[in-house]
C-alpha cells in the first residue's frame, strides 16, 4: 500500500498545533486538513428522530431515610443524570466546565465507559431524544489506517482522509495524566458544531459494538426511565502482542 505522507502531514500540523499551541492561527497545512474536513460534513452526518434511546449511568445512588428508620435506595434523580458546568470534567469533546451530554448506545456501554471497580452501584438512565438532530458520524468506516489510503490528492481523497484521522482520534485511548490529548478531538467537535452539527458519534472503547453520542445541547434528550444496577463481574481476555524471550 502506498504511505501518502501528504495527508499525514496535514493531520499531524493540525494536531500538534492544536495539542502544543504557539499562536492563534494554525498553519496552511492545518487549515488544509479542516478544510477536507468540513467538505466531506454531509456525507458523515447522521439523522436522529425523536424518541430513540440512549443510555447514561453515573456512579452511586441516592439513599433516603424515612422517618420510621427504613432506608431506600434510589437512582439519581432525572435533573442529577444531566451535566452541570460545576461538575463537567475535561473529556473527549469538551474541556472542563462545558457540559456536554454524553450517553451510549446501551447501558453495558455506558456503565463499562465509567471504567468501574467490582460491586460498584451504579445509576442508569434511558434518554429519549426530544427533537430532530444532525450528528457527525465519528466512526471508523472500512479497515486499515488513513495512512494508508493510497497516493493521490484530489478533494474527495483529502475529505476521506481527513475524516479517517479524526474517527481514530476519538477512538484512541487516552491515560490518565494525558488530557491534553482531549484537545484535538475536542478542537474537531467545536468545528464540527459550527458546521451545524448537534453532536458527535464515536466509537466505544470499552464494548465491541457499543457507541458513544457526545450531545451539545443538554435539551437534546431527556430522561425517560431511571434503572439501578450493580457491578457483578469483572472480566479481561489478554492475547500475546509481541514475540516472547527466554532469559
Known amino acids: 500500500m502506498n504511505i501518502n505522507l501528504t495527508q499525514l ?4 500540523r493540525f494536531r500538534n498545533e492544536i495539542i502544543y499551541p504557539e499562536s492563534r492561527a494554525l498553519s496552511q497545512e492545518a487549515e488544509e486538513f479542516l478544510s477536507a474536513l468540513h467538505s466531506g460534513a454531509d456525507h458523515r452526518a447522521v439523522a436522529l428522530k425523536p424518541g430513540e434511546r440512549f443510555w447514561r449511568a453515573q456512579i452511586g445512588n441516592d439513599v ?11 437512582a439519581f434523580r432525572p435533573e442529577r443524570m444531566k451535566p452541570s458546568a460545576q461538575f463537567a470534567k475535561v473529556n473527549r469533546a469538551s474541556p472542563a466546565g462545558v457540559p456536554i451530554l454524553y450517553l451510549a448506545t446501551d447501558a453495558e456501554t455506558a456503565m463499562s465507559e465509567l471504567r468501574p471497580w467490582f460491586g460498584v452501584d451504579f445509576s442508569v438512565a ?3 431524544v426530544t427533537k430532530p438532530l444532525r450528528i457527525a458520524n465519528c466512526v471508523k468506516t472500512g479497515g486499515g489506517f488513513p495512512l494508508y489510503m493510497g497516493g493521490d490528492d484530489t478533494p474527495d481523497y483529502r475529505s476521506e482522509a481527513a475524516w479517517g484521522f479524526a ?5 484512541r485511548p ?3 495524566g494525558e488530557e491534553q490529548q482531549y484537545r484535538v478531538t475536542q478542537f474537531i467537535a467545536e468545528s464540527l458544531n459550527g458546521q451545524g452539527f ?4 464515536y466509537k466505544s472503547l470499552c464494548t465491541s459494538g457499543g457507541r458513544n453520542l457526545a450531545l451539545f445541547d443538554l435539551g437534546s434528550a431527556d430522561v425517560c426511565s431511571l434503572h439501578l444496577f450493580r457491578v457483578k463481574s469483572l472480566r479481561h481476555e489478554f492475547e500475546p502482542s509481541g514475540e516472547s524471550e527466554i532469559i
Request: charged residues 30%; glycine residues 6%.
Open 126 to 128: 434511558e434518554f429519549k
Open 64 to 74: 433516603v431515610e424515612t422517618e420510621d428508620g427504613r432506608i431506600n435506595v434510589y
Open 9 to 12: 502531514t496535514r493531520y499531524n
Open 167 to 171: 474517527s481514530d482520534a476519538f477512538s
Open 174 to 176: 487516552v491515560q490518565s
Open 198 to 201: 448537534d453532536g458527535i458519534m
